[in-house]
Protein backbone atom coordinates (compact mmCIF):
# COMPACT_ATOMS: atom_id res chain seq x y z
CA UNK A 1 0.00 0.00 0.00
CA UNK A 2 2.99 2.36 0.65
CA UNK A 3 4.18 1.78 -2.99
CA UNK A 4 0.78 2.98 -3.93
CA UNK A 5 0.56 5.63 -2.25
CA UNK A 6 3.94 7.17 -3.25
CA UNK A 7 3.39 6.43 -7.16
CA UNK A 8 -0.05 8.38 -6.65
CA UNK A 9 1.68 10.99 -5.55
CA UNK A 10 4.86 10.70 -8.78
CA UNK A 11 1.49 10.96 -11.06
CA UNK A 12 0.10 14.05 -10.05
CA UNK A 13 3.08 15.39 -10.80
CA UNK A 14 3.49 14.06 -13.89
CA UNK A 15 -0.24 15.37 -14.64
CA UNK A 16 0.93 19.10 -13.04
CA UNK A 17 3.64 19.10 -15.55
CA UNK A 18 2.19 18.32 -18.72
CA UNK A 19 -0.71 20.40 -18.07
CA UNK A 20 2.00 23.10 -17.32
CA UNK A 21 3.53 22.15 -20.20
CA UNK A 22 1.20 21.32 -23.17
CA UNK A 23 -2.14 23.37 -22.02
CA UNK A 24 -2.51 27.29 -23.68
CA UNK A 25 -5.26 27.95 -21.02
CA UNK A 26 -3.07 27.51 -17.75
CA UNK A 27 -3.07 31.71 -17.71
CA UNK A 28 -6.90 31.38 -16.85
CA UNK A 29 -6.29 30.16 -13.33
CA UNK A 30 -6.65 32.60 -10.49
CA UNK A 31 -3.47 33.67 -7.97
CA UNK A 32 -3.85 31.61 -4.67
CA UNK A 33 -5.26 34.61 -2.85
CA UNK A 34 -8.11 35.11 -5.01
CA UNK A 35 -9.65 31.21 -4.62
CA UNK A 36 -10.50 29.25 -1.92
CA UNK A 37 -11.24 25.34 -2.26
CA UNK A 38 -11.20 22.86 0.38
CA UNK A 39 -12.25 20.06 -1.99
CA UNK A 40 -15.56 18.90 -3.50
CA UNK A 41 -17.77 20.39 -6.02
CA UNK A 42 -17.83 24.27 -4.85
CA UNK A 43 -15.06 27.14 -5.30
CA UNK A 44 -15.07 30.60 -3.78
CA UNK A 45 -13.32 33.19 -6.22
CA UNK A 46 -12.91 36.76 -5.14
CA UNK A 47 -14.64 39.98 -6.64
CA UNK A 48 -13.41 43.10 -6.16
CA UNK A 49 -15.68 45.97 -6.75
CA UNK A 50 -14.60 49.73 -6.15
CA UNK A 51 -16.46 53.11 -6.55
CA UNK A 52 -15.10 56.36 -8.62
CA UNK A 53 -14.32 59.97 -7.85
CA UNK A 54 -16.33 62.24 -6.17
CA UNK A 55 -15.91 65.84 -5.45
CA UNK A 56 -13.40 67.28 -3.12
CA UNK A 57 -14.95 69.71 -0.46
CA UNK A 58 -12.46 71.59 2.17
CA UNK A 59 -14.94 73.69 3.16
CA UNK A 60 -17.06 70.04 4.18
CA UNK A 61 -17.34 69.60 8.38
CA UNK A 62 -17.82 65.93 7.56
CA UNK A 63 -14.66 65.74 5.56
CA UNK A 64 -13.12 66.90 2.40
CA UNK A 65 -13.08 63.81 0.74
CA UNK A 66 -15.91 61.84 -0.77
CA UNK A 67 -16.11 58.20 1.19
CA UNK A 68 -14.87 55.58 -1.54
CA UNK A 69 -16.52 52.04 -1.59
CA UNK A 70 -14.43 48.58 -1.82
CA UNK A 71 -16.65 45.39 -1.99
CA UNK A 72 -15.00 41.97 -1.88
CA UNK A 73 -17.41 39.28 -2.57
CA UNK A 74 -16.74 35.65 -2.45
CA UNK A 75 -19.03 34.33 -4.84
CA UNK A 76 -19.44 30.38 -4.97
CA UNK A 77 -18.78 28.73 -8.46
CA UNK A 78 -20.01 25.20 -8.74
CA UNK A 79 -17.97 23.00 -11.32
CA UNK A 80 -19.88 21.75 -13.86
CA UNK A 81 -17.79 18.66 -15.19
CA UNK A 82 -17.23 15.59 -12.84
CA UNK A 83 -15.13 13.64 -15.19
CA UNK A 84 -12.99 10.27 -14.78
CA UNK A 85 -10.71 7.09 -16.42
CA UNK A 86 -9.36 3.76 -15.18
CA UNK A 87 -5.95 2.31 -16.70
CA UNK A 88 -6.07 -1.00 -16.50
CA UNK A 89 -2.80 -2.61 -16.44
CA UNK A 90 -2.17 -6.67 -16.45
CA UNK A 91 0.53 -7.98 -14.36
CA UNK A 92 2.22 -9.91 -16.95
CA UNK A 93 2.16 -7.27 -19.49
CA UNK A 94 4.66 -5.93 -19.91
CA UNK A 95 7.14 -7.41 -17.08
CA UNK A 96 7.36 -6.62 -13.52
CA UNK A 97 10.92 -4.92 -14.28
CA UNK A 98 9.09 -2.45 -16.28
CA UNK A 99 6.03 -2.01 -15.01
CA UNK A 100 6.59 1.55 -13.21
CA UNK A 101 8.47 3.39 -15.80
CA UNK A 102 5.55 2.06 -18.04
CA UNK A 103 2.66 2.85 -15.87
CA UNK A 104 4.45 6.46 -15.28
CA UNK A 105 4.23 6.53 -19.33
CA UNK A 106 0.77 6.24 -19.63
CA UNK A 107 -0.65 8.98 -16.84
CA UNK A 108 1.98 10.69 -18.54
CA UNK A 109 0.69 10.22 -22.17
CA UNK A 110 -2.97 10.43 -20.63
CA UNK A 111 -1.91 14.07 -19.62
CA UNK A 112 -0.23 15.32 -22.12
CA UNK A 113 -2.89 14.38 -24.89
CA UNK A 114 -6.38 13.71 -24.16
CA UNK A 115 -6.25 15.76 -20.67
CA UNK A 116 -4.63 18.73 -22.13
CA UNK A 117 -6.73 19.09 -25.28
CA UNK A 118 -10.08 18.57 -22.80
CA UNK A 119 -8.81 21.18 -21.05
CA UNK A 120 -8.59 23.84 -23.48
CA UNK A 121 -11.29 22.76 -25.43
CA UNK A 122 -13.89 23.12 -22.53
CA UNK A 123 -12.15 26.61 -21.54
CA UNK A 124 -12.14 28.38 -24.73
CA UNK A 125 -15.63 27.24 -25.62
CA UNK A 126 -16.67 28.66 -22.44
CA UNK A 127 -15.16 31.93 -23.05
CA UNK A 128 -16.94 31.45 -26.54
CA UNK A 129 -20.31 31.00 -24.96
CA UNK A 130 -20.05 33.78 -22.44
CA UNK A 131 -19.82 36.21 -25.05
CA UNK A 132 -22.17 34.65 -27.60
CA UNK A 133 -24.67 34.95 -24.78
CA UNK A 134 -24.48 38.73 -24.20
CA UNK A 135 -26.94 40.22 -26.19
CA UNK A 136 -25.54 43.60 -26.40
CA UNK A 137 -21.94 43.22 -27.19
CA UNK A 138 -22.32 39.68 -29.37
CA UNK A 139 -23.14 42.03 -32.77
CA UNK A 140 -19.91 43.53 -32.33
CA UNK A 141 -17.25 41.52 -30.52
CA UNK A 142 -18.09 38.09 -32.58
CA UNK A 143 -17.05 38.66 -36.00
CA UNK A 144 -17.43 36.37 -39.12
CA UNK A 145 -14.04 36.84 -41.38
CA UNK A 146 -12.48 34.03 -43.54
CA UNK A 147 -8.90 34.70 -42.82
CA UNK A 148 -6.25 34.96 -45.65
CA UNK A 149 -2.15 36.44 -45.39
CA UNK A 150 -3.84 39.54 -46.93
CA UNK A 151 -6.55 40.55 -44.00
CA UNK A 152 -4.94 38.42 -41.11
CA UNK A 153 -2.78 41.49 -39.18
CA UNK A 154 -5.63 43.92 -40.09
CA UNK A 155 -8.33 41.76 -38.80
CA UNK A 156 -6.60 41.27 -35.82
CA UNK A 157 -6.01 45.02 -35.24
CA UNK A 158 -9.67 45.51 -35.39
CA UNK A 159 -10.40 43.07 -33.65
CA UNK A 160 -8.26 44.15 -30.75
CA UNK A 161 -9.62 47.72 -31.27
CA UNK A 162 -12.81 46.54 -30.29
CA UNK A 163 -11.93 45.07 -26.95
CA UNK A 164 -9.87 48.26 -26.14
CA UNK A 165 -12.58 50.61 -27.04
CA UNK A 166 -15.02 48.63 -25.07
CA UNK A 167 -13.52 47.73 -21.94
CA UNK A 168 -11.14 51.22 -21.69
CA UNK A 169 -8.14 48.70 -21.74
CA UNK A 170 -8.78 48.19 -18.22
CA UNK A 171 -6.70 45.08 -18.47
CA UNK A 172 -3.68 43.13 -20.34
CA UNK A 173 -5.17 41.24 -22.96
CA UNK A 174 -4.05 37.75 -24.78
CA UNK A 175 -5.17 36.07 -27.71
CA UNK A 176 -5.28 32.53 -28.41
CA UNK A 177 -4.96 31.77 -32.22
CA UNK A 178 -5.98 28.79 -34.35
CA UNK A 179 -2.61 26.97 -35.13
CA UNK A 180 -3.51 26.25 -38.93
CA UNK A 181 -3.45 29.93 -39.46
CA UNK A 182 0.29 30.40 -37.95
CA UNK A 183 2.38 30.64 -41.35
CA UNK A 184 0.15 33.35 -43.01
CA UNK A 185 1.52 36.18 -40.49
CA UNK A 186 5.16 36.04 -41.76
CA UNK A 187 4.31 36.02 -45.13
CA UNK A 188 2.83 39.14 -44.88
CA UNK A 189 4.65 40.82 -41.67
CA UNK A 190 7.19 42.57 -44.07
CA UNK A 191 4.58 44.42 -46.30
CA UNK A 192 2.54 46.16 -43.53
CA UNK A 193 3.34 48.99 -40.46
CA UNK A 194 2.52 46.19 -37.36
CA UNK A 195 5.30 45.38 -35.04
CA UNK A 196 5.84 41.77 -35.25
CA UNK A 197 7.76 39.34 -33.49
CA UNK A 198 7.92 35.54 -33.27
CA UNK A 199 9.19 32.63 -30.97
CA UNK A 200 9.42 35.24 -28.07
CA UNK A 201 9.04 34.05 -24.74
CA UNK A 202 5.73 35.56 -22.88
CA UNK A 203 4.62 35.20 -19.39
CA UNK A 204 0.96 35.78 -18.78
CA UNK A 205 -0.91 35.84 -15.63
CA UNK A 206 2.53 33.83 -13.75
CA UNK A 207 2.08 31.47 -16.37
CA UNK A 208 5.19 30.82 -19.12
CA UNK A 209 4.58 29.89 -22.98
CA UNK A 210 7.57 29.71 -25.43
CA UNK A 211 7.29 30.30 -29.41
CA UNK A 212 4.48 33.06 -28.42
CA UNK A 213 4.06 35.58 -31.67
CA UNK A 214 3.69 39.07 -30.41
CA UNK A 215 1.51 41.54 -32.98
CA UNK A 216 1.59 44.91 -31.70
CA UNK A 217 1.87 44.57 -28.02
CA UNK A 218 -0.75 41.20 -28.41
CA UNK A 219 0.66 37.87 -27.40
CA UNK A 220 -0.47 35.31 -29.43
CA UNK A 221 -0.96 31.42 -27.84
CA UNK A 222 -1.09 29.30 -31.00
CA UNK A 223 -3.24 25.96 -30.17
CA UNK A 224 -4.49 23.22 -32.37
CA UNK A 225 -7.83 24.39 -34.60
CA UNK A 226 -9.90 21.04 -33.04
CA UNK A 227 -9.36 23.22 -29.54
CA UNK A 228 -11.29 26.69 -31.00
CA UNK A 229 -14.71 25.47 -31.72
CA UNK A 230 -18.42 26.83 -31.14
CA UNK A 231 -20.18 24.00 -30.33
CA UNK A 232 -18.43 21.19 -28.59
CA UNK A 233 -19.54 17.30 -27.40
CA UNK A 234 -18.16 16.07 -23.92
CA UNK A 235 -18.19 12.45 -24.42
CA UNK A 236 -19.42 9.99 -21.31
CA UNK A 237 -16.94 7.36 -22.21
CA UNK A 238 -19.41 4.64 -22.39
CA UNK A 239 -21.97 4.87 -24.42
CA UNK A 240 -21.98 4.17 -27.99
CA UNK A 241 -19.92 6.00 -30.30
CA UNK A 242 -18.30 8.29 -27.27
CA UNK A 243 -16.22 4.79 -26.08
CA UNK A 244 -12.80 7.07 -26.73
CA UNK A 245 -14.14 9.94 -24.46
CA UNK A 246 -12.64 13.59 -24.86
CA UNK A 247 -14.64 16.54 -25.85
CA UNK A 248 -15.24 16.96 -29.55
CA UNK A 249 -16.32 19.59 -32.06
CA UNK A 250 -19.84 19.21 -32.32
CA UNK A 251 -21.57 18.55 -36.17
CA UNK A 252 -22.85 21.93 -35.69
CA UNK A 253 -19.64 23.44 -34.50
CA UNK A 254 -17.99 26.54 -36.51
CA UNK A 255 -14.37 27.65 -36.36
CA UNK A 256 -12.93 30.25 -34.24
CA UNK A 257 -9.90 31.45 -35.80
CA UNK A 258 -8.93 33.83 -32.91
CA UNK A 259 -10.16 34.95 -29.07
CA UNK A 260 -8.95 37.98 -27.40
CA UNK A 261 -9.72 38.16 -24.03
CA UNK A 262 -8.79 39.78 -20.36
CA UNK A 263 -6.28 38.21 -18.55
CA UNK A 264 -9.01 38.30 -15.35
CA UNK A 265 -12.00 38.01 -17.17
CA UNK A 266 -11.56 34.03 -16.92
CA UNK A 267 -11.12 32.20 -13.82
CA UNK A 268 -10.48 28.34 -14.32
CA UNK A 269 -9.95 25.34 -11.97
CA UNK A 270 -9.17 22.03 -12.61
CA UNK A 271 -8.57 19.37 -9.85
CA UNK A 272 -7.57 16.04 -9.61
CA UNK A 273 -9.16 15.19 -6.85
CA UNK A 274 -8.56 11.42 -6.12
CA UNK A 275 -5.99 9.88 -7.82
CA UNK A 276 -5.47 6.13 -6.53
CA UNK A 277 -3.36 3.32 -7.36
CA UNK A 278 -4.28 -0.55 -6.71
CA UNK A 279 -1.80 -3.13 -7.02
CA UNK A 280 -2.29 -6.60 -8.06
CA UNK A 281 -2.43 -7.63 -4.85
CA UNK A 282 -5.02 -5.25 -3.20
CA UNK A 283 -6.90 -4.76 -6.84
CA UNK A 284 -9.77 -7.65 -6.78
CA UNK A 285 -11.14 -7.21 -9.87
CA UNK A 286 -8.21 -8.53 -12.59
CA UNK A 287 -4.76 -9.95 -12.20
CA UNK A 288 -3.29 -6.26 -12.45
CA UNK A 289 -2.79 -2.67 -11.38
CA UNK A 290 -5.50 -0.02 -11.99
CA UNK A 291 -4.92 3.59 -11.68
CA UNK A 292 -7.97 5.44 -11.56
CA UNK A 293 -8.15 9.18 -11.49
CA UNK A 294 -11.07 11.92 -11.23
CA UNK A 295 -10.62 14.90 -12.49
CA UNK A 296 -13.11 17.97 -11.73
CA UNK A 297 -12.92 21.54 -13.65
CA UNK A 298 -14.89 24.47 -14.95
CA UNK A 299 -14.01 27.89 -16.36
CA UNK A 300 -16.03 30.85 -15.16
CA UNK A 301 -16.12 34.17 -17.18
CA UNK A 302 -16.75 37.38 -15.02
CA UNK A 303 -20.00 39.02 -16.06
CA UNK A 304 -18.24 42.64 -15.25
CA UNK A 305 -15.41 41.71 -17.70
CA UNK A 306 -17.19 39.90 -20.33
CA UNK A 307 -16.53 43.50 -22.65
CA UNK A 308 -12.78 42.16 -22.81
CA UNK A 309 -13.62 39.31 -24.75
CA UNK A 310 -13.60 39.40 -28.54
CA UNK A 311 -13.14 36.46 -31.52
CA UNK A 312 -13.36 35.94 -35.16
CA UNK A 313 -14.68 32.43 -36.39
CA UNK A 314 -15.14 31.08 -39.52
CA UNK A 315 -19.09 30.50 -41.22
CA UNK A 316 -18.07 26.91 -42.45
CA UNK A 317 -18.62 23.95 -40.15
CA UNK A 318 -16.11 22.71 -38.18
CA UNK A 319 -13.74 19.59 -39.69
CA UNK A 320 -14.82 16.03 -37.97
Known sequence: MANSIENAAIYQNIIDEELIAG???????PPAEDIEYNGGATVKIADIEVSGLG???PNSTSGAYPSGTVKTKWNDYNFAQDRGIEFALDRMTP???R???TASNVVREFARGPLVREQDSYRFNRVYAAINADTALKGTHIVAKDITAANILSELNALKSIVEDDSEKAMELVCVGALNLKNLVPETSS???HRVYFNERVSINGVTYDDVTIIDDLPILWVPKTRLQTVIKINDGKTSGQTDGGIVADTTSQQIHFII??????KALGKVDALKEFGPDINQRF???AIQARYVYDAWVMKRKVNTICLLYTSDAADE
Do not use: F, L, P, Q
Request: proline letters at 0%.
Open 287 to 289: DGT
Open 261 to 266: CGIEAV
Open 95 to 97: GDS
Open 191 to 193: TNR
Open 55 to 57: DYD
Open 23 to 29: SKSGWMT
Open 99 to 101: YIA
